[in-house]
């Protein structure tokens, strides 16, 4: 059974520090990965999709990399900033649209 | 981008009562929609998958008769929760996808809250 863990579970910055979160599954036939933002209270906001046969994805100050022979995962948010404080979510994929997801790692970006 | 919206945002109900909870996908064809749940400090879990005009298909230890999926519509689908107790109070999304096209789309979430 797959199993997604995603470490810190919270995280604390100040406004402008790089972030690093960190995702890893424990098997490693995926489809794809994807990487979500979650307000308290909101549904989901996708920020990057990396398929399996990719290596890295990146989107304006976010950058994601993907390692699946050692089911791991990084997202990557240069220069944070206070709108960023966010719960961010890990999903895997394993059959067409079926995630599974990590428990989220929150984050508080201080001015 | 595609939207996905459901109705409601919240529902507050009594322990006995029945909830419905609707998905909507509304500038796509949502030949696929799926329901997730997600209880207080903890992450999502898959409850089940529907097939526009199929049966649903649930995962392991989701109570089919309580959790009643239906998708009759290509840009919609239901989930009603039935006799709800307290603890299925929960946080409901649902997501949609369009064909083979791997995007998939992530409604705004219900919270359902069982007194």
């Known amino acids: 059974k797959q199993e997604v863990t995603q470490i810190p579970a919270a995280l604390s910055v100040p406004e402008g520090e790089n972030l690093v979160l960190n995702c890893s599954f424990t098997?490693?036939?995926?489809?794809?990965l994807q990487w979500f933002r979650q307000d308290p209270g909101k549904g989901l906001t996708s920020l990057l999709l990396i398929q399996s046969s990719q290596r890295e994805q990146t989107s304006g100050r976010l950058n994601a990399s993907l390692d699946k022979s050692s089911g791991r995962s990084t997202l990557y948010i240069a220069a944070s900033q206070p709108g960023d404080s966010a719960t961010y979510l890990c999903a895997v994929s394993r059959s067409w649209g079926k995630f599974q997801f990590g428990a989220g790692t929150q984050v508080v970006v201080t001015p | 981008g595609a939207v996905v919206s459901q109705h409601p945002s919240w529902v507050i109900c009594k322990s006995g009562t029945s909830v419905k909870i609707e998905c909507r996908s509304l500038?796509?064809?949502?030949?696929?929609m799926f329901w997730y749940r997600q209880f207080p400090k903890q992450s999502l879990m898959l409850m089940a998958t529907s097939n526009e005009g199929s049966k649903a298909t649930y995962e392991q230890g989701v109570e089919k008769d309580k959790f009643l999926i239906n998708h009759a519509s290509l840009t919609l689908s239901t989930l009603t929760v039935t006799s709800a107790h307290p603890e299925d109070s929960s946080f409901y999304i649902c997501?949609?996808?369009?064909?083979?096209?791997?995007?998939?789309?992530f409604g705004p979430g219900t919270r359902l809250t069982v007194l």
């Open positions: 098997d490693s036939a995926i489809y794809n």
């Open positions: 500038d796509f064809q949502a030949t696929t």
């Open positions: 997501s949609a996808r369009e064909g083979r096209n791997p995007d998939q789309y």
